[in-house]
C-alpha cells in the first residue's frame, strides 16, 4: 500500500481541530465514541488503550512494514501538521505509546529477524520483533535474551525506546547495555548508526528516550550462552520487607534472578523471594529437550482443565480489598507452610513471564482498569520509604494488590530509572469513584520517593507531572535531553501523551 497517497477524508481538518480540541481539553469517552460513530472518517481513526485500560485514546494508525513508509509517513505529517507517536505492542502502562488527535505508528509490521550468528550469538532485528518471537528463534541454538521484562509480548523496539530492566537488573544492568548497534530514523529524514563509539551520545539517550527522538529501525544484539532451558529456583518466605532486603544483599553475588513477591496489604510487607541461577553445562541431561520451543510453551488449560483464557474471568470477583487481602494472606501461609525453602527447576520462560500464565489478566481489575506506581530508591533508604508507602496506601484505603520488590543497579542512560537500589512496582484498581484519591495518594507518594532521592520509570507512568521528573532527572539532563530533542527533531514531530505531560 502507497501509504502517502492514501486518501484522508474530506473532513480531515474538521476532524483535527476536533481532536486537537479533546486532547487540550481531556474530554470524555463517550464525547470520543459519539464522534467516531456518527462522523464519517478514514479508516485509519482508531480508539487505542494503555496497558493498564485507564486512558482510552484516538488516533490516526499507520502500520508500515519498511523504513521507507516510516519516512513517507513522516513528510505527511509534516505537510500536515500532525504529530506522530510511536508505538510497538502498546504493554506500557500509562500513556508512552498513546496519541490523541495525532498519528500513530504501529511498528509490529517491521517483524523479520534480519540476521542470526549460532556462533556468536549476535542478532541482528528490525524493531517490531516481539520478546517472544527473539527467544523462540535462538533457544534451539542456546541463546537467551540477557534482560526481558515480566512478559514476552512486547517489542524490542519498544523494549529499547523504554530501556527495560528484568529480574536480574543488579547483575545484567538494562537491555540497552547488551545492544551493540542500532539504526534509527530521526525525523530530519537522516538514517543515523548510534553504538557506545559512534553517536555515542545519541546511543546513551535514544534508549530510554520514549520514542521523541527517532525511530529505531534495526538493533543488533548480544544474546546470553545458556545451557539448559530450565534454571534452578528457591523460594522462600520473608515475614517483613526488611527480611526480604536482608535476604537479597549476601545472595545477590551468586543469584542470576531476584524478585519479591510483596503482599501490599501487610503493614509491614512480607512476601516472597524467588531466586534463579541458570543450569551449568553438566547439569541438565537433556539439554535438546529443553531447549526446545515445545518444551517452554506454556500450557492452555488451568489445572489440565480449565482453559487459561478464561482464568481472568475466575479473578474478577477477588479484585476488591477484601478479596485481595484475603488471596495474599493465603498466597502468603501457603508458601510458608508447602514452598519454604525449596529447590525446583523451572523453564526459563515459565519463571521469567509468570505474569503470561493468566492471559488478559489486566481485565480482571473491570472497566476501569489500573495504574502501575512504581518507583526506585538507593538502599539506603528504600526499606523506610517502601514501608511508609504502603501504610500510606493503606491509612488512605487504597491497598495495592500486587507489589513486586526487584534490585537495581545504576546504568549511564540519559533518562535512566535506575538507582543502586531497590524498586517497588505496585498496582492500584482504577475505578471512576477513586481516581481523584488515587492521583493525590501518587502525589504523596512521589514526594517520599523524591525526598528518598528516588526516581521513577515512564514504562509504568500514569501520574507524574513534569516538576516530579524535572526533580528527579534535574535541570542539567533536562538540557541535554532538550538540546538532543531539537537537533534529531527540530520541528517536534515525534509526540506522545506522555511527552507532552512530562518532557515537553
Ligand atoms: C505484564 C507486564 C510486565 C512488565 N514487566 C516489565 C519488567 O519486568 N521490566 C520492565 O522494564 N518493563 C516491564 N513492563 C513494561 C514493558 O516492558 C515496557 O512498557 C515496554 O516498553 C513495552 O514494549 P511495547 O512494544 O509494548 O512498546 P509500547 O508500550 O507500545 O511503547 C513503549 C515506548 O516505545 C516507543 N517505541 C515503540 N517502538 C519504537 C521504535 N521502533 N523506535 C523508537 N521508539 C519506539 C513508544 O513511543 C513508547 O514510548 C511490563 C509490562 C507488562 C504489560
Known amino acids: 500500500m502507497d501509504y502517502v497517497s492514501h486518501p484522508l477524508h474530506p473532513l480531515f481538518y474538521f476532524q483535527k481541530t476536533f ?18 460513530v ?68 504501529d511498528l509490529r509490521r517491521m517483524n523479520r529477524i534480519i540476521e542470526w550468528g549460532p556462533e556468536s550469538g549476535v542478532i541482528k532485528v528490525e524493531p517490531g520483533v516481539t520478546i517472544q518471537q527473539i527467544w523462540q528463534y535462538t533457544l534451539e541454538d542456546g541463546w537467551w535474551l540477557p534482560v526481558v521484562p515480566g512478559t514476552m509480548f512486547p517489542t524490542i523496539g519498544g523494549c529499547l525506546a523504554m530501556n527495560i530492566h528484568g529480574k536480574n537488573n543488579y547483575v545484567a544492568g538494562p537491555i540497552g547495555e547488551h545492544v551493540l548497534e542500532f539504526e534509527a530514523l530521526l525525523p530530519t529524514d537522516e538514517l543515523i548508526t548510534c553504538s557506545p563509539q559512534r553517536n555515542a551520545d545519541l546511543f546513551y539517550a535514544m534508549i530510554g528516550g520514549a520514542g521523541v527522538l527517532g525511530v529505531f529501525t534495526s538493533i543488533t544484539m548480544q544474546m546470553k550462552k545458556i545451557y539448559s532451558g530450565n534454571v534452578w529456583v528457591d523460594a522462600w518466605s520473608a515475614p517483613t520487607l526488611r527480611a526480604m532486603m536482608d535476604d537479597f544483599e549476601p545472595i545477590k553475588g551468586e543469584s542470576d534472578y531476584l524478585v519479591g513477591w510483596v503482599d501490599g ?33 506454556l500450557p492452555d488449560t488451568f489445572l489440565g482443565v480449565m482453559p487459561k483464557s478464561l482464568l481472568w474471568r475466575f479473578m474478577r470477583p477477588f ?28 523453564s526459563l520462560v515459565a519463571f521469567n513471564f509468570l505474569l503470561d500464565y493468566v492471559p488478559n489478566w489486566e481485565k480482571s481489575y473491570g472497566s476501569g482498569g489500573l495504574i502501575q506506581y512504581q518507583s526506585f530508591i538507593p538502599r539506603e533508604q528504600a526499606h523506610d520509604a517502601f514501608v511508609e508507602m504502603l501504610r500510606l496506601c493503606q491509612k488512605r484505603g487504597l491497598p495495592t494488590y500486587l507489589g513486586v520488590l526487584k534490585r537495581h543497579r545504576p546504568d ?30 501518587a502525589d504523596d507518594m512521589n514526594e517520599i520517593v523524591l525526598s528518598a532521592g528516588g526516581r521513577f520509570y515512564f514504562a509504568k507512568d500514569s501520574t507524574l507531572n513534569a516538576n516530579v521528573v524535572k526533580r528527579y532527572l534535574g535541570e542539567d539532563t533536562m538540557d541535554r535531553f532538550r538540546k538532543l530533542k531539537a537537533r534529531c527533531d527540530p520541528d517536534g514531530l515525534l509526540e506522545t ?6 518532557l515537553s
Open 319 to 346: 479484585m476488591n480489598d477484601l478479596g485481595t487481602t484475603l488471596v495474599n494472606t493465603a498466597k502468603y501461609y501457603h508458601a510458608r507452610l508447602f514452598e519454604h525453602r525449596k529447590r525446583y527447576v523451572q
Open 38 to 105: 456518527f462522523m464519517p472518517t478514514s479508516d485509519r481513526l482508531t480508539l487505542l488503550q494503555n496497558f493498564g485500560r485507564s486512558i482510552k485514546s484516538a488516533a490516526y494508525i499507520y502500520r508500515p512494514s519498511h523504513t521507507e513508509h516510516v519516512a513517507e509517513i513522516f513528510s505527511l505529517a509534516a505537510e500536515r501538521e500532525f504529530k506522530i507517536g510511536l508505538r510497538g505492542s502498546g504493554r506500557s502502562y500509562g500513556d508512552a505509546s498513546l496519541n490523541a488527535g495525532g498519528i500513530i505508528l
Open 412 to 441: 549511564q542512560f540519559l533518562l535512566t530509572h535506575a538507582v543502586d537500589g531497590y524498586s517497588l512496582a505496585m498496582d492500584f484498581p482504577a475505578k471512576q469513584g477513586n481516581r481523584i484519591d488515587l492521583q493525590k495518594l
Open 265 to 297: 496489604t501487610h503493614s509491614r510487607g512480607r512476601g516472597q523471594i524467588h531466586r534463579a541461577t541458570y543450569l551449568h553445562g553438566d547439569e541438565d541431561h537433556e539439554p535438546t529437550q529443553t531447549l526446545s520451543v515445545e518444551f517452554q510453551t
Open 19 to 36: 481532536y486537537l480540541v479533546i486532547r487540550e481539553r481531556n474530554c470524555s469517552l463517550i464525547i470520543v465514541s459519539l464522534f467516531i
Open 497 to 502: 501523551e506522555l511527552y507532552r505531560r512530562l
